[in-house]
């Protein structure tokens, strides 16, 4: 793991819940992600953020061939494919392929994996070991759902969340957590009501020049552009 620590800056902010950078015996690097709401510039984040983890690994005049894997694997909380067709699909590995012939792949250099935790938890088509890791990210507060999953790293993240919520100031960071982020839910639905009000405003007034240049056609004829915008 590259970044091991969470700093309390991070715990107090409104967007980050879990970002992991972390590098395999082979070099390969992985950034892990946990989002709990969609944003809708989401796809694009990630391509950048992926972007960015390859084109860090080399210097100024460093040759190409040392470049590793990049690969992201991102856990939501959401549905990010919602048409019908794409609800018996949880797991999503996006490449880079031809178009034409997706058999041919371009190269292992860009990777991202997608698991939709809500359709996965519901379908039940993952290995029993990572769907264990569902069930946990889904169901950890059921504890007669999570009595029954014995797998070794659930047990021991269970674990480590009893310990956390016995600490004192542990909790005092959620609960800080917590309020920041209803109070940003509250900002953007303030914000909307005010763009809905906004909106009807507008368009009343549109309304009215709308009927004003009707009358003023009806009795003048084709009206110059300058009193259109006036």
């Known amino acids: 793991v590259l970044n091991p620590r969470i700093e309390p800056e991070e715990l107090t902010g409104k967007y980050i819940v879990l970002d992991i950078l972390?590098?395999?015996?082979?070099?390969?690097?992985?950034?892990?992600?946990?989002?709990?709401?969609?944003?809708?510039?989401?796809?694009?984040?990630?391509?950048?953020?992926?972007?960015?983890?390859?084109?860090?690994?080399?210097?100024?005049?460093?040759?190409?061939?040392?470049?590793?894997?990049?690969?992201?694997?991102?856990?939501?909380?959401?549905?990010?494919?919602?048409?019908?067709?794409?609800?018996?699909?949880?797991l999503w590995c996006f490449e880079m392929r031809d178009s034409a012939l997706p058999k041919v792949k371009l190269g292992d250099e860009l990777q991202l994996n997608i698991i939709e935790l809500r359709k996965a938890d519901r379908l039940q088509v993952c290995s029993e070991s990572l769907q264990a890791l569902i069930t946990f990210f889904e169901h950890w507060q059921e504890e007669h759902i999570m009595a029954n999953i014995d797998y070794e790293p659930v047990q021991q993240a269970m674990e480590k969340l009893k310990q956390l919520s016995a600490d004192e100031e542990t909790r005092r960071m959620a609960f800080v957590r917590e309020k920041a982020l209803r109070d940003e839910a509250s900002l953007i639905n303030d914000a909307i009501k005010r763009g809905e009000a906004r909106g009807i405003k507008t368009g009343e007034v549109h309304g009215k020049a709308e009927m004003l240049t009707q009358l003023l056609s009806q009795r003048y004829g084709e009206l110059p552009d300058w009193v259109n915008q006036k």
Do not use: C
Request: no cysteine; net charge negative.
């Open 22 to 90: 972390a590098k395999d015996i082979n070099g390969q690097l992985y950034n892990i992600e946990m989002q709990v709401k969609r944003h809708d510039a989401w796809s694009a984040r990630s391509a950048f953020y992926l972007a960015r983890m390859l084109t860090q690994q080399l210097n100024s005049g460093e040759d190409y061939s040392q470049l590793k894997p990049s690969i992201g694997i991102h856990l939501l909380d959401f549905d990010l494919f919602q048409q019908p067709e794409q609800q018996n699909q949880a």
